[in-house]
DNA sequence: TCTGGGGTCCTAGGACCC
DNA sequence: TCTGGGGTCCTAGGACCC
């Protein structure tokens, strides 16, 4: 019996989290409708029952848009844009609040859907998949054609939502086609089909070519994939370094050997926000110090309900330029402790210039660890347990007091002596 | 009226060790 | 009193993605 062809699918859901929004509000179907901003979009219900929605025109604030309807792109609105400037091209567009939960809930049902016809799926994000389709039953005879339709139908039956779905024998391609027949699409391609169907499409259309590369590119005369894949690979490399270029020419060529991969544990953890105002780090010391250590908390939430501890924390600083500074330490053992965090942290922002305002802080945990690898180094409840090669700080208890806020006074609410804090 | 929040991966230099 | 190379960790920045 000959080895199977790999077959790929990417399942993109339609303009995902309007759709859902959608399902809530039907008497908005077919009208121009924006997910984003804050929580002034918020729909007020009538005394009479009808409900009044927010337009894009009354709002102010520097929320983006995450979520575009079809109408509302045919408009010129589309993700990423900035509220205020969407509301110049659609001032009678719904605006509508993101309601994560929400989007969560439905998430994890067309997901399940989708596993219980295959069961090798990649998470990419809330809204879109891989599915290894190579071993489904069937799936061989007809390049996938009739289990992609089954997974169309099985999402729609779970959520009452669309997706469009590209299947190919790589993620690369696959990803590629599943955006060729938006909404509800289905799009099969095989690698012979490469010249005639990719080659003709712009370079930024490959995942992992963003705005940087497509100018760059554009610049040395390359604006397809097809011209990306007539370059020689030598050029390429010399262009934009031995791993990227090499890169390029292997997925403008439509190869990627990428598996579908059903788990990987995180990384980082982090929290950050972006102010109403620029805030200043002497003016407005203490607003910005109270929303320092509430993000200290919310990440040491974060990490206490997923069960991590980290050991490298970090700060980010967008200042009013927009240029983004960050700054990391390592802590000689693992923490999930909101003080421990705020003090890295307090210690990562006194290397920083802080002359110019403020637009967003955030903070960060890396180098994680699952808490059920960690022992604490004194503990009488771990006395039995065989070491294990991690060490984790053990919470000073109880950790939920305020953090720092008001006093800067050495030594108050601080394990080791706070000499100046920058706010 | 510009431009959110949460991530990943890569590069590159310096420290430090063998 | 000079000359190495490799490996790993730490830190900072940047591109990119959803």
């Known amino acids: 019996m000959p080895t199977p062809r790999r077959l790929i699918a990417h399942l993109d859901m339609d303009a995902f989290y309007a759709s859902v929004e959608l399902l809530r509000y039907p008497d908005l179907k077919g009208q121009p409708v924006v997910i984003g901003g804050g929580r002034d979009a918020q729909p007020r219900h009538m005394p009479d029952g009808a409900r009044r929605y927010a337009k894009l025109r009354d709002y102010a604030g520097r929320g983006v848009i ?37 989007y969560r ?19 990419r994000g809330i809204d879109e998949i891989y599915i290894a389709l190579t071993d489904i039953p069937g799936a061989q005879d007809d390049a996938g054609a009739a289990i992609a339709q089954e997974l169309k139908d099985a999402v729609r039956n779970a959520t009452g939502l669309s997706c469009s779905i590209g299947v190919t024998p790589n993620k690369l391609l696959s990803k590629i086609c599943s955006d060729l027949d938006k909404p509800d699409g289905l799009t099969l391609l095989s690698e012979d089909e490469v010249p005639t169907r990719i080659w003709p499409l712009p370079a930024k259309k490959i995942n992992g070519i963003g ?39 292997e997925a403008s060529h439509g190869r990627d050997e990428r598996p579908v991969v059903t788990y990987s544990e995180p990384k980082s953890i982090s929290r950050e926000t972006t102010f109403d105002r620029d805030l200043h780090a002497v003016r407005d010391k203490s607003t910005l110090g109270a929303i320092f250590t509430e993000l200290c908390i919310e990440l040491a939430g974060d990490l206490a309900r ?16 927009f240029k983004i500074v960050t700054r990391d330490m390592t802590l000689p053992a693992h923490t999930m402790d909101a003080r421990t965090i705020r003090r890295a942290a307090g210690e990562c922002l006194k290397r920083v210039d802080l002359t110019r305002r403020l637009r967003l802080l955030g903070v960060r945990a890396g180098t994680l660890a699952k808490l059920s690898d960690l022992v604490a180094p004194i503990s009488p409840y771990m006395a039995g347990d065989a070491p294990t090669k991690h060490a984790v700080q053990e919470p000073p208890s109880p950790y939920s007091l305020p953090l720092f806020d008001a006093p800067d006074k050495p030594g108050v609410n601080c394990q080791v002596p706070c000499v100046h804090r920058p706010f």
């Open 66 to 102: 995450t979520t575009a309807t079809y109408e509302a792109r045919a408009l010129g609105v589309h993700s990423g844009m900035g509220v205020m400037k969407a509301a110049l091209l659609a001032p009678d567009a719904v605006l509508l609040p993101v309601d994560f939960d929400e």
């Open 105 to 123: 809930r439905y998430s994890k049902l067309f997901k399940a859907a989708v596993r219980q016809i295959a069961p090798l799926v990649e998470d």
């Open 306 to 321: 997923k069960g991590y501890a980290g050991k490298t924390i970090g700060i980010k600083l967008r200042f009013d330029d």
């Open 211 to 249: 705005p940087k590369a497509t100018e760059k590119l554009a610049a040395l005369g390359i604006h397809t994939i097809g011209e990306l894949a007539a370059a020689d690979a030598a050029f390429l490399v010399a262009q934009f370094g031995k791993s990227y270029g090499a890169w390029m020419h």
